[in-house]
């Protein structure tokens, strides 16, 4: 009676003690035709049995629809496997024990076997007198013809449900296709995973262990960790759980029911399954032997063809997206070393304050060339930010190499004019294999007469922005091509400003004032507004002001920023 084909094959047909008019119908067909005052569509669960078709009984039982097995006679139905016909259930030595008789008034009884496609018997349909009764042939025949209907019945139910099932199972392959493509790490990937599998009839537990060393590392999803995660974080390679198993031997293993996990597997297995109340597994090994993926049921559970090949297909979708985290993690480290070794330590400038903010995009798969710089001259102090075109590791060494360049011109030229720095650098550009181009302000800022001053060439880059005091925030304008490297581009000019004490100059690139479906113009003013409100404050906390939200607002461009604030005049 708990065979878990036949218990899946009664909850595919989709009834329980609710009242069901197909099966009611068959319960007054059989009342009709056999002349008998009960007649019941009753169905065997592991401890009850319960009546969606029903006629002609009453009291309690009959609100409920539902008896327990001491009042089965159709348990012994599905036992043997064939009809029960008695005349007077009181004589015989198999049921006149049974509670139905005094609490049901079950006399006369006669019940057949109600099947599924593949023979299992799921219940009864049957016929009840409250007093002895021979049972004629042309009743049996007709009860036995009205039982193949029901059963039909049945069995179109459940084939009604597989297919509904199949084509829940492709639309899942479909949405683990897209969904799981986009995981950011092991984590989110495991977030998505258990998200894909939610609703009363997927697997209560999804786990995803991947393979480190000799053994297998347990991926936990923070927002959802469940009590065995954390005690067994991790399984040696020969241990005795059926994740285990599937590593080692690289084939799937399905663990139908407890029985099983406790006739194959360790103590240790049992304990953990059981603390998180389930009894059945199905374990995937990912190709390439990345590690292995388990779907676990709090019940016994049958495994159709269709589902496990759906589910195989996820394992391998959830390897190409370990492969690719990976992938991206250790190039993303590479580039982040890299483009932290180019973000400049500000050199210390008496008379001046200054600051600078990095943020990577929020995207894993990005990484950007922007950068900025400060390095001290004998009589002044060269800035400069920038973006190279494109977000990949290519982007962040073009980075270095341009900054680095830009510097070695800078040096080179007496004047150390800004506009001949970038000059040499689109003249480089020209001729080396750099890319698609890049965008900066590099300026230099003089010590003169008590001042300070500012000159600065813009190459297609974000204006400054300049707060003095008693006049506000104002861009500093002047704009030229980007760095593309056109040998007929024309000039490139040099700007200059006074900067009067308590002046704070912002430099920075697009990612701080791009926002997607918000006008550039908007963020840039918007920035200005911070920049007005904030500009005696420390410079932490104007860089602060400035970046906040922008950890919460999905970014596909880094951020880079270099604040200075005169603090004294120059001499």
Not at 186 to 206: C, H, I, N, S
Not at 492 to 512: A, W
């Amino acid at each position: 009676m708990r065979d878990p084909g036949r218990l899946e094959a009664l909850r595919l047909a989709g009834l329980t003690s609710a009242a069901d008019p197909g099966m009611d119908r068959f319960a007054r067909l059989v009342s009709r035709l056999l002349r008998v005052p009960v007649s019941l569509v009753s169905l065997l669960e592991p401890d009850r049995q319960v009546f969606p078709g029903m006629v002609g009984m009453s009291g309690p039982w009959a609100d409920r629809r539902e008896t327990p097995l001491s009042h089965s006679f159709c348990q012994h139905v599905v036992a043997d496997g064939g009809p029960l016909v008695l005349s007077d259930t009181r004589a015989h030595p198999r049921t006149c024990a049974s509670l139905a008789i005094p609490d049901l008034r079950v006399v006369a009884y006669a019940g057949m076997p109600l099947t599924d496609a593949d023979g299992r018997v799921l219940g009864s349909l049957c016929a009840i007198d409250h007093h002895p009764r021979e049972w004629t042939a042309d009743e049996l025949h007709d009860l036995e013809d009205l039982t193949a209907a029901c059963s039909m019945e049945l069995r179109l139910r459940i084939a009604t449900e597989l297919i509904q099932r199949d084509r829940d199972h492709a639309g899942l392959l479909l949405r683990a296709s897209v969904e799981l493509a986009r995981a950011l790490d092991p984590t989110d990937l495991v977030r998505r995973l258990r998200q894909l599998f939610k609703g009363p009839a997927e697997p209560a537990f999804v786990g995803l262990l991947l393979a480190d060393g000799e053994g297998l590392w347990r991926v936990v999803d923070p927002d959802d960790v469940r009590p065995a995660e954390s005690a067994i974080d991790r399984l040696d390679r020969d241990a005795a759980f059926p994740s285990a198993l599937a590593m080692r031997e690289q084939r799937t293993v399905f663990v139908p029911d407890r029985a099983t996990l406790v006739a194959g597997f360790g103590p240790e297995a049992v304990a953990g399954y059981d603390s998180l109340g389930l009894q059945s597994a199905l374990c995937v090994p990912l190709p390439d032997a990345h590690g292995v993926l388990t779907w676990c049921w709090t019940r016994p559970h049958v495994m159709a063809p269709t589902e496990e090949a759906v589910l195989t297909s996820v394992a391998g979708y959830v390897s190409q997206a370990v492969e690719r985290t990976r992938f991206v993690a250790n190039r993303l480290s590479t580039a982040e070393q890299l483009q932290a070794a180019m973000l400049t330590e500000l050199p210390d400038v008496p008379g001046l304050d200054m600051a600078a903010l990095y943020l990577p995009a929020a995207d894993q798969d990005m990484v950007g060339g922007d950068w900025y710089d400060a390095y001290p001259l004998p009589t002044s102090l060269m800035i400069s930010i920038g973006d190279v075109i494109g977000h990949d590791v290519r982007a962040a060494a073009v980075m270095g190499q341009i900054r680095s360049m830009l510097r070695q011109a800078s040096l080179d030229d007496p004047a150390h004019s800004p506009a001949a720095a970038l000059h040499a650098i689109d003249q480089a550009i020209d001729v080396l294999p750099l890319g698609a181009g890049a965008t900066a302000v590099h300026a230099r800022l003089d010590r003169d007469a008590g001042r300070w001053s500012l000159t600065w060439s813009n190459a297609g880059h974000p204006p400054p922005l300049l707060h003095t005091p008693g006049s506000g925030v104002a861009p500093l304008y002047g704009h030229d091509l980007l760095l593309l490297g056109l040998p007929d581009a024309p000039p490139r000019e040099d700007h200059t400003q006074d900067l009067p004490p308590g002046s704070v100059l912002l430099l920075y690139t697009d990612g701080l004032v791009e926002r997607r479906d918000e006008d550039i113009d908007a963020c840039t003013a918007h920035t200005a507004a911070v920049l007005a409100d904030h500009a005696d404050q420390p410079l932490p906390l104007l860089l602060q002001a400035l970046s906040a939200g922008l950890a919460e607002i999905p970014h596909r461009d880094d951020v880079a920023v270099l604040v200075i604030r005169v603090t004294q005049p120059g001499g």
